[in-house]
């Protein structure tokens, strides 16, 4: 526990399981007020609000599926009215189907763009309104938008390679205001999306250099960085967290 985030505010969309929950959790330890949003699971969402208040920090769960542009949208506008501002915002909420391209339906392309895509970008939008001059954006991408190693990844890769796309947009655009954008793209990470114990995870484990999966507070730590003073000169950047998978 310490007092770097003091006084700030972060949101994390997807903060009820796996790498937004650790996010979430490692800010507020960290010192920062923080709202989740998730889409289904209410029991998990309410558990990482216990565990941010139970260390004397405020947190709220929002349901906003990110899927629908006008409930992220009323999310952050939420966030910056009950909690008094907004700092630092996380976009880390994904939709993940792996199939080749001739399996995939109108229905998976429309979520994943809608999901990994415009949610970041109206997420930002809103959230840059109520951000001060030093605020903070992270997307949480993936090792695939730049390496695609994989066959069934077409689709989720081009979803995390437009958002790089939308990191260096937004670091150019907010720099005059020294708000950083920047994208963490992990490697293989144990959660219920990418599970350590799943069939292909040896395999994925033997692409990273450590030869082993990371940890939801591995991709935290390196949020935490970026969302502090350390960060302030680092903007626009891609940052692979991926055991070296990507090298
Ligand atoms: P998990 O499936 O473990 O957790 C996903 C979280 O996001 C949950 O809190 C879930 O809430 C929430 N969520 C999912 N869909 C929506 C939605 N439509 N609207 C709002 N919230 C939603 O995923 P990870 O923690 O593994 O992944 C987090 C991010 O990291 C994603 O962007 C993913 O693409 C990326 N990533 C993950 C890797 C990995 O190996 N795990 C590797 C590279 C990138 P609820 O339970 O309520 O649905």
Redesign the pocket.
């Known amino acids: 526990m310490n007092d770097v985030f003091d006084n700030k505010v972060a949101l994390v ?9 650790a996010v979430a959790v490692r800010l507020a330890e960290d010192g920062a007020d923080v709202a989740l ?5 209410t029991d ?2 309410a558990a990482v609000v216990e565990k941010i208040k139970a260390m004397g920090r405020r947190a709220v769960a929002l349901q ?4 629908d542009p006008e409930a992220v949208v009323a999310a952050v506008d939420q966030v910056a009215a009950q909690l008094g501002r907004l700092d630092i915002l996380v976009n ?5 189907h792996v199939a080749p391209v001739e399996e995939l339906g109108q229905a998976e392309f429309e979520e994943t763009i809608a ?2 895509v415009r949610a970041p970008f109206v997420a930002s939008k809103a959230a840059i309104k109520h951000m001060q001059d030093g605020g903070r954006i992270i997307n ?4 695939v938008a730049e390496r695609v190693v994989f066959p069934g990844l077409s689709l989720y890769a081009l979803s995390k390679s437009a958002l790089i796309g939308l990191t260096k947009g937004l670091a150019r655009e907010l720099g005059a205001r020294g708000i950083t954008v920047n994208q963490i793209n ?4 144990d ?4 599970p350590a114990s799943g069939p292909f995870a040896a395999t994925a484990a033997g692409f990273t250099a450590l030869g082993r999966y990371g940890v ?1 507070a591995e991709i935290a730590a390196t949020v935490a960085h970026l969302a502090g003073d350390g960060g302030a000169y680092l903007t626009g950047a891609t940052i692979a967290v991926d055991g070296g998978f990507n090298i």
């Open positions: 969309t997807g903060g009820s399981r796996g790498i937004g929950a949003t998730y889409q289904r699971g998990a969402a906003a599926d990110s899927a880390n909420a994904g939709a993940y999901v990994n949480i991408g993936s090792n992990p490697g293989p990470i959660t219920d999306l990418n939801p």
